[in-house]
């Protein structure tokens, strides 16, 4: 066998034992996967999860494909918060690549289950108040998100009660009894400074006595509900907006929740806030770390008055509170 015929020989061979190494060295890209965790129950294909919604809608303005740029580990508690610390880590044992969450509960359930995988949360009143993070400025750690904190909004919202609903005396304030009193009693504060008489109530989950919260109410000669952005008080909103008509009570529910049926939506939104938790998740999954991320604050208010329900409960809005609004639910 000539020299020639033997070099190729030795060449062809090596290259076949090259071939499956090079293969091996060239594994398609790693699909980030994101967690989402919410105190929330699990969605489905009559009640979608509208939070998770917008956020998927957020990562799609931004030009990512699900499925093909990122990949949703979700995971919902059912309104039990005792169950988030479980199913936080176990997105932590599927080692995703940062976890989007909803509420100051939810974020310190995460907090606790890693101090490497970045998190980004949303709809947390007072994240320093609640420790979830260090400063708004400077979050530190592997925490960082949006705030719709307004030091303000509870006299806001109060005051606007007042200026719509003038013969009020009474409200009661609807919380949520798995999470702090901070929220509850600044609102309760806010409302003695305006000379209202606040009743604060605090729903139990998973499954309230919402019927049972109205009756406690009405004893207490209550005329108003305002309902704080918390999490049962979330999961239970359109029963909670239903039982109040049904009592012929007006009810103030935070900004985005115009739907389910309350007199006057006022403040920041969920929904703005899912979405810009995605710039957040874009930023966090491009190399930038959540410590270094200022915590951003929701300033965008909305007004909107539901004339259905007015006319169901027997309330007459005054024209210059209707002026003001940025819609007007006929």
Sequence with gaps: MNSRLWRFIVAFVFGLLLTPLASEGQQPAKIPRIGFLAPSPSPTSATPHPGLQAFRQGLSGLGYVEGRDFIIEARFAEGRVERLPELATELVRLNVDVIALLGAVTARAAKKATTNIPIVFVIVVDPVTDNVVASMERPGGNVTGLTSFDPQQPRKQLELFKEALPEVKRVAIFGDRGVSDALLKANEEQARALGLQPLGYKLAGPTPDIEGAFAVA??????????????????????????????????????????????????????????????????????????????????????????????VIGVTIPPEVLKRADKVIE
Excluded: C, H
């Design 218 to 311: 009405k004893k207490e000669g209550t005329e108003a509900v305002l309902l704080l952005e918390e999490p049962i008080v979330f999961i239970n909103r359109k029963k909670i907006a239903q039982v109040a008509a049904s009592n012929r009570m007006p009810t103030m529910v935070p900004g985005d929740w115009a739907d389910v049926g309350g007199l006057i939506a006022y403040g920041t939104g969920l929904l703005e806030g899912m979405g810009r938790m995605s710039v957040y998740v874009d930023k966090i999954l491009k190399g930038a770390k959540p410590g270094d991320l200022p915590v951003e604050r929701l300033t965008r208010y909305r007004l909107t008055i539901n004339l259905k329900t007015a006319r």
